[in-house]
């Protein structure tokens, strides 16, 4: 198509934030950190290389994904522990925070509670800031990998992507099947992934993780939880993922508690009529 006398000006238009963060509810750092400050480590779960594993998580306790034996990113879900169709949203995390999350921003779940379910207290990465890329680190941008794009693309039936590793850890975890529990996987949030999008192309793109052994991202509890984590086939990502190539290391999650006497996020005050 021919290019319209007026494409400049068109361009030039000033770019206008589509969610303006004034009003957003904001978590009480202070009084979280306090309480953490109080608390002794309660449980460890490690999550094997291109696996996954559940754990749980009371409201008002701390939990915190670790980096063991060498760069390795982790594909991240969560859900309120009593109800699972409440579940993280990334999307809309994505649209209230940005691409990337970092200490103070929060998990937001899905309608119609739209409420957070943790809010992150502390993040060692948070020094890598944006890069000469635009790539950043711990996304919402990214689905998760799945086997179903890894057909798609390459042919073949691989079982270890990061979609498969988290329907199995829900399925072992709750007693449903793997066709009962996948439904409930979502997309999720990229801890220690380095990510963004190509200037050019606008494509989704993955660089090697600046993790090392010791980082953390440590989120409290707003409610009562169950995560589960991945240990992505892809390792650092910083050549490819969805394969036995790469090279990968196990993640730790810490569960520190007893815990504070926290009250649980409200759900959204929208009455659900949609004007009927």
């Known amino acids: 198509m021919t290019e319209p ?42 999550v094997p290389p291109r696996e996954a594993a559940c754990f749980r998580v009371a409201r008002g ?8 034996g060498g760069p390795q990113v982790g594909d991240f879900n969560l859900w309120n522990a009593h109800d699972l169709s409440e579940r993280f949203y990334s999307g ?83 007693g449903m099947s793997p066709a009962e529990a996948e439904p409930f996987v979502h997309d999720v949030l990229n801890v220690f992934m380095c990510t963004g999008f190509t200037r050019d192309t606008g494509q989704y793109f993955m660089k090697a993780s600046p993790v090392r052994p010791g980082d953390f991202l440590e989120f409290f509890a707003e409610m009562d939880l169950l995560g589960a ?27 520190w508690g007893p815990g504070a006497d926290w009250p649980e996020s409200p759900a959204s005050g929208y009455d659900r009529s949609h004007g009927l």
């Not at 494409?7 to 979280?32: N, S």
């Not at 306790?61 to 063991?68: E, K, L, P």
């Not at 502390?122 to 000469?132: E, F, M, R, V």
């Not at 039936?157 to 072992?172: E, F, G, I, V």
């Open 92 to 174: 809309k995390t994505r649209a209230l925070h940005g691409t990337h999350l970092t200490t103070g921003d929060r998990m937001w779940s899905s309608f119609p509670a739209l409420r957070p379910l943790a809010t992150i207290l502390s993040d060692t990465l948070d020094w890598y800031g944006i890069d000469a890329d635009g790539g950043s680190v711990h996304d919402v941008i990214g689905t998760r990998c799945d086997p179903y794009t890894h057909n798609l693309l390459s042919g073949g039936q691989y079982h270890n992507c990061c979609h498969s590793n988290l329907t199995r850890a829900l399925a072992a975890q709750t």
């Open 5 to 46: 006398e007026d494409a400049a000006l068109r361009r030039a238009r000033p770019a206008v934030i589509c969610y303006p963060d004034d009003t957003l509810p904001r978590p009480d750092l202070a009084a979280m950190r306090a309480a953490r400050d109080r608390m002794q480590l309660l449980d460890e779960v490690t």
């Open 61 to 68: 306790q701390v939990f915190r994904i670790v980096s063991v």
């Open 229 to 255: 984590l991945s240990a992505c086939p892809g390792g650092d990502c910083g050549a490819g993922h969805s394969s036995d190539a790469a090279d990968c290391h196990p993640l730790k999650v810490e569960i």
